[in-house]
């Protein structure tokens, strides 16, 4: 003996025993540790893309109401200043021309008002001033938006113009108005991923305008009245106040132990607010699915030894990296499916009205940040449509529109075409599209001019690129249609047929 503690096979074996227990227990601790880790991080990711899809979603789906309200106004000022160019005669002559504005410039419910505020519309005559508060007052704003309801319980957005100088038949005309079905807004808004995510539509004191459910605990309830139990009472006035003032918002609740929020920003100029909720518990249950499977996974591995946990890991994650692939394919595939189906003109199949109002949203977005230089817009109009129709019929009018648009397309094959109207087109040129507009536009006058003696397909076209100062795509869209009725007068002193031929 040399007095050094000698080591036994119980020694060996206490200590493999007792070195594998802490082992295993340290990685078992560190394997909880690191789920409740995973577990807060995710939680505070899920949040943070929650508030900003919320944000993004919001502000998109107001900006997309505000265009459409001052694509109404633009439309009517057009079709007020095609009246005034009318010699009417009648009370019949007046109604035709206000059918004909409906049907040519998309203008629902389209009506003008005299001085004695009596309403004329397409089919009716009747006296606004107790159906209509914008009548109320001896003069009017320029423009007036205002909620109203129809028949009882039918909501409706009322958008009035003052106008100037119409006199028909010796009686002055000072008003005209538009006015869109709140569900026809809201189908445009509407998700394509129900259940997850929701909005909604509501007026100043909070009432469900668009009849939407926004989340199973406000569902379509008026939405101050909804929240008023679900946050503490300073929180609820604060939000009453936003409301009424027409500001930004957001609202963090609990849906049972679930925490969700919820976003809301105003539409200028209606005193509404559109809100947008996405539900978070759908988000954290399939992310806390994969992560408890894991778990599990792992626990039962480090039974065997790390190496199999190791590799087990790394095979579930190649396999949920190619499943999660695979999901993100189809998700893509379906939503470029539905945009086409939404954005795509079912005559001439080409990107229509909406499509045209997306990419005019991304365009002056672009153009406030100072991103865009170069920057072309062609407003093309088909000539002698309206004959077409009257002469030939319907069938013979849609060939003469698909024939101008396939003319259209050929010649602008570097620029984007929207067909935004029954006669009319609009062209977005960048890049080459750009650089060679003058070009094709010569070239195109020039087979315009060509195709009037065989009554072929003419187009008047004009043109304005994007100039210091202007603030928006609308700016060149106006001065583009200017030259385009300049060009139209032109083309009917050569022979073309015209609107009123």
């Known amino acids: 003996m040399n007095g050094k503690p000698r080591i036994t096979n119980r020694t060996f074996v206490l200590t493999a025993v ?5 082992i295993m227990a340290s990685l078992m601790a560190f394997t909880f540790w690191s789920s409740r880790q995973t577990s807060n991080a995710t939680n505070e990711a899920v949040s943070a893309v929650s508030s900003f899809y919320l944000e993004a979603m919001a502000d998109r789906r107001a900006k997309l109401i505000t265009n459409q309200i001052n694509n109404n106004f633009d439309q009517m000022e057009k079709a007020v200043a095609y009246i005034k160019e009318e010699n009417i005669q009648s009370i019949e002559e007046l109604r035709a021309v206000i059918g004909k504005m409906k049907s040519l410039l998309s203008l629902n419910r389209f009506a003008l008002v ?9 089919y009716t005559t009747y006296t606004g001033g107790s159906r209509h508060e914008f009548l109320e007052k001896e003069t009017m704003p320029d423009r007036v938006i205002s909620t109203v309801s129809i028949y009882g319980s039918s909501r409706q957005l009322c958008l009035a113009s003052s106008i100037s100088d119409l006199r028909i038949q010796g009686k002055p005309f000072r008003a005209c108005f538009v006015q869109i079905d709140i569900s026809d807004i809201a189908d445009l808004l509407a998700f394509d991923d129900q259940g997850r995510t929701y909005f909604g539509l509501y007026s100043a004191n909070g009432a469900n305008l668009s009849g939407t459910e926004l989340g199973p605990v406000i569902s379509d309830q008026n939405f101050l009245q909804a929240i008023k139990y679900l946050v503490p009472q300073n929180v609820w006035e604060e939000h009453c106040d936003h409301f009424a003032r027409g500001e930004v918002g957001n609202i963090t609740f609990f849906s049972g132990d679930q925490e969700e929020t ?28 994969i992560s408890e499977k894991t778990l ?5 591995m480090i039974l065997f030894s790390l190496i199999s946990v190791l590799v087990l890991a790394s095979i579930l994650l190649l396999e949920y990296h190619q499943l999660s692939k695979e999901r993100l394919e189809e998700e893509k595939e379906h939503s470029r499916a539905y945009q086409n ?3 795509t003109d079912p005559l001439t199949g080409i990107r229509n009205k909406h499509a045209y109002m997306e990419t005019e949203a991304s365009l002056n977005e672009q153009i406030a940040r100072g991103e865009i230089d170069k920057l072309g817009v062609v407003v093309c109009d088909i000539n002698g449509l309206k004959q077409v129709n009257d002469t030939q019929g319907h069938a013979a009018g849609d060939q003469l529109i698909k024939d101008a648009c396939m003319m259209i397309c050929e010649y602008f094959m570097h620029g984007a075409v929207f067909r935004i109207g029954g006669d009319e087109f609009v062209v977005l040129l960048q890049g080459k599209g750009y650089d060679t507009m003058d070009e094709v536009l010569a070239a195109l006058n020039r087979k315009a001019e060509e195709n009037i003696p065989g009554n072929e397909v003419v187009v008047a076209t004009g043109s304005s690129v994007l100039e210091p100062g202007d603030q928006n795509l609308h700016v060149m869209f106006e001065r583009a249609d200017q030259t385009m009725y300049e060009r139209k007068k032109e083309l009917k002193r050569l022979g073309a047929k015209s609107r009123d031929q």
């Open 296 to 300: 599990a996974t792992g626990r039962n």
């Open 262 to 289: 919820l976003y809301y920003v105003p539409i200028p100029g209606t005193g509404w607010e559109v809100a947008v909720l996405i539900r978070e518990k759908v988000i954290q249950d399939q992310i806390r699915d």
């Open 18 to 22: 007792i070195g594998s227990l802490l």
């Open 114 to 122: 005299d001085e004695d505020n009596v309403v004329y519309t397409q």
């Open 341 to 343: 189906m939404a954005n």
